[in-house]
């Protein structure tokens, strides 16, 4: 069972590198440009589903930050969306977007 465990934790995490690789060339364009509201949610959509990555989370910063003064109440929402999907109750997650989070808005 501990095997299997193990197994299944590896794949997890060559699935997050994978969706790294996949989403830094699309953060990258995005972050380039001035896209539409709605391809910059379509994007943060994807992103969400694997923030709970180190290195994905640094991507997703990335985008909200770009677009924060552009698209602020779109932003605002995809920061409250990986705060409720992501952040527990008990921890100590407001270094996420926490004290980061009153510069930016």
Same mark, same amino acid.
């Given at each position: @069972?501990?095997?299997?465990?193990?197994?299944?934790?590896?794949?997890?995490?060559?699935?997050?590198?994978?969706?790294?690789?996949?989403?830094?060339?699309?953060?990258?364009?995005?972050?380039?440009?001035?896209?539409?509201?709605?391809?910059?949610?379509?994007?943060?959509?994807?992103? $969400?589903?694997?923030?709970?990555?180190?290195?994905? $989370?640094?991507?997703?910063?990335?985008?909200?930050?770009?677009?924060?003064?552009?698209?602020?109440?779109?932003?605002?929402?995809?920061?409250?969306?990986?705060?409720? @999907?992501?952040?527990?109750?008990?921890?100590?997650?407001?270094?996420?977007?926490?004290?980061?989070?009153?510069? @930016?808005?």
């Amino acid at each position: @069972m501990d095997e299997r465990i193990y197994q299944i934790a590896e794949q997890i995490v060559e699935i997050q590198q994978k969706a790294y690789e996949v989403y830094l060339p699309l953060v990258e364009d995005v972050c380039s440009r001035i896209v539409s509201e709605d391809e910059l949610s379509h994007l943060l959509d994807y992103v $969400l589903d694997f923030a709970c990555d180190e290195k994905i $989370l640094g991507l997703y910063k990335r985008v909200c930050r770009r677009y924060l003064y552009i698209y602020p109440s779109c932003v605002k929402s995809y920061i409250e969306a990986y705060r409720e @999907m992501w952040e527990d109750e008990d921890s100590c997650s407001t270094e996420l977007f926490g004290e980061k989070e009153d510069k @930016m808005f």
